[in-house]
């Protein structure tokens, strides 16, 4: 797809979701190209995520009291139920691709990509992305067989590529810190992969770090993308995988071994986030 070579102009595709989509898979509610006049401006509340490709140009995102320049080649990402201003440079005014969307995933990737503080994203592979969102564009268009999947795809490709380029610059200025955590969530972290065999409860990981419970949670939760009680679960089932591959011990050691109460409870959780049971996972492994 081209660009459009008229100076200004504006299309918008709207899309009604099945409910398919909208159960469990990124569903886009409309999509639409624009190239903005000088004075181009928007100030509103809507619903619910917006994503928007900058082509060529600049603008600017008034964002919880700050004004966010936005460049070619850059990602806008707002949550459109909070006030927000975005408007084009008089002097260089942008021309964009955007989506409106929503998914069940859509407030994990946005807690993730840290855009509550700042809105917008820097991206790897400008080509791909760029290639993704004129993709969209076009399958809402043409609406081929099976497009609400493919859709979903390339949004999930587009949000792992500025996922990806937030954890290397991450990476890079905090002298090879592995995650931005606060400093309370690290201790947290750290005491449960060394303690994990124990009966953990929020309660004493508070304790352990000076903090309220309630905080604690929200604060674990925001960092991570997980509650406390679904990490220390999600440690256990990563050391519960290890024992099953790297040794012959029976499923009521690897239980206790991995800090479960019970080989019931131990093979409950495992066949729910494996699909399978601790059994078929050793022997599918191994085979």
Not at 25 to 51: E, M, N
Not at 139 to 157: I, N, V
Not at 239 to 249: D, F
Request: glycine content about 4%; aromatic content about 14%; hydrophobic content about 35%.
């Amino acid at each position: 797809m081209k660009l459009n070579p008229y100076p200004y102009f504006y299309k918008t595709i709207p899309h009604t979701p099945s409910q398919m989509a909208k159960e469990f898979l990124f569903f886009v509610h409309d999509l639409g190209w624009y190239q903005c006049q000088p004075d181009y401006r928007v100030k509103r509340i809507f619903q619910p995520y917006s994503i928007r490709l900058v082509l060529r140009g600049r603008g600017y995102v008034v964002w919880r009291g700050k004004t966010h320049s936005v460049s070619t080649g850059q990602l806008l990402l707002l949550d459109l139920t909070e006030e927000h201003e975005y408007y084009a440079d008089p002097e260089d005014p942008w021309e964009i691709i955007w989506v409106r969307f929503g998914g069940a995933q859509a407030v994990d990737y946005y807690r993730a990509l840290q855009c509550a503080k700042n809105p917008v994203l820097n991206v790897r592979d400008l080509v791909l992305v760029r290639r993704l969102f004129e993709e969209l564009v076009s399958l809402f268009e043409k609406r081929p067989p099976g497009y609400e999947f493919t859709a979903s795809s390339h949004l999930t490709q587009i949000f792992t590529d500025a996922a990806i380029t937030l954890a290397e610059h991450d990476h890079s200025t905090n002298r090879g810190a592995p995650l931005r955590y606060p400093e309370h969530v690290h201790q947290v972290i750290q005491y449960i992969e060394e303690n994990y065999r124990l009966p953990l409860t929020t309660e004493e990981l508070a304790n352990h770090v000076f903090i309220s419970p309630g905080y604690l949670s929200r604060t674990f939760k925001l960092a991570t993308s997980c509650t406390v009680t679904e990490y220390i679960i999600k440690h256990r089932l990563r050391v519960a995988k290890k024992l099953l591959t790297q040794s012959e011990n029976s499923l009521g050691e690897v239980a206790q071994e991995a800090g479960f109460c019970s080989q019931s409870y131990f093979s409950k959780l495992f066949k729910r986030d494996e699909g399978v049971s601790p059994l078929l996972y050793r022997r599918s492994m191994k085979n």
